[in-house]
């Protein structure tokens, strides 16, 4: 199936008008979806009740305000509501052009894809080569639903990505955790960067990743529909022990030869021991159970699904 466009746009490239539309780069209708049902296995229906009186009011009679204080609300007309929205634009004003990389991904939000639309096809491979070359993308403002947003456009080796960004005080700070940094030693970083070595890819293979949660999910409703009973699997038993305490140059050296490391041995009751200098390395970290498997690669030659598996992709 084609895909189908969200918006048509023109994105202002200096003098230059780049007409262009706009298409969702992610889709969401891949999650499995349940629905809630009654007794009967009818479908059920949402419903929305006065707090107050209990009876059910309809859509069409419903009022939007804003709480100002505790159960107290102003009031907005659909009119007010429509006049506080920004006025949708088809035209994306580039603002800047900064460096490619110079945007954390904690900032990115939704991603789209935006093509060249009729007579759009040489602005749009200018501005695509262009900031290729530079190594630079572009900041620009687009009003869209009611609500201005920033957004990077930056170049692919098949086009354009329109990323949405989010604003500063969507995004929370790292320094909000108060996380505790220790010191470590230099034969500890030593050994960390040695197991990074060991599994240094060159690039990010998303296709090399499948979704192992779907997978079991779809073939458990196979199972179901075919009139089969689910039975939930045994949870998987903790594999480093729980609250077991592990040397943790023992840990790195393990990870590098990929063996389990050994349990610390436990010294007898004493009284508590003087603080032990940061430049000494740490002697134990306590180590939480593994109730989860990491992502799995996807199999080079993936095996042979069900047809009823397939069907859903």
């Known amino acids: 199936m084609a895909a189908r466009s969200i918006a048509s746009l023109s994105l202002s490239f200096g003098l230059v008008s780049i007409p262009v539309k706009l298409y969702a780069a992610t889709e969401s209708s891949s999650d499995v979806r349940f629905h809630l049902l009654a007794p009967d296995g009818s479908r059920v229906k949402q419903q929305y009740v006065s707090e107050k009186t209990g009876a059910v009011v309809e859509r069409s009679s419903m009022n939007k305000g804003y709480e100002f204080e505790r159960d107290r609300f102003v009031v907005f007309t659909p009119d007010e509501l429509k006049a506080l929205e920004d006025s949708a634009s088809h035209v994306v004003e580039i603002m800047a052009f900064i460096p490619e990389k110079s945007v954390d991904p904690v900032f990115y939000d939704k991603a789209y894809y935006i093509a060249p639309d009729k007579r759009g096809g040489k602005p749009y491979s200018l501005l695509q080569q262009a900031l290729a070359e530079s190594g630079r993308c572009a900041l620009a403002k687009w009003a869209f639903r009611g609500r201005t947003r920033i957004v990077q456009v930056r170049p692919e080796e098949g086009g354009l990505v329109f990323q949405q960004l989010l604003y500063a005080d969507e995004v929370r700070s790292l ?48 199972k179901k529909i075919e009139g089969k009973q689910i039975v939930a699997n045994e949870p998987a038993e903790a594999t480093d022990g729980g609250g077991q305490v592990i040397d943790l140059m023992e840990a790195l050296r393990a990870s590098l030869k990929g063996a389990k490391p050994k349990a610390a041995v436990a010294a007898p009751a004493a009284p508590a021991a003087p603080k032990r200098k940061s430049a000494e390395p740490v002697a134990g970290l306590p180590v939480a159970p593994r109730t989860r498997k990491p992502a799995t690669r996807a199999a080079k030659a993936p095996a042979e699904t069900p047809a009823k598996v397939r069907a859903r992709k």
């Not at 320094?175 to 050994?191: F, M, R, T």
């Not at 960067?193 to 890819?201: A, K, N, R, S, V």
């Open 175 to 222: 320094g909000d955790l108060h996380i505790e940094h220790v010191e470590i030693s230099a034969s500890e970083l030593k050994l960390a960067l040695q197991i990074i070595e060991q599994g240094t890819e060159d690039n990010y293979d998303p296709a090399a990743y499948v979704d192992e949660e779907k997978q079991r999910i779809l073939a458990a409703i196979d």
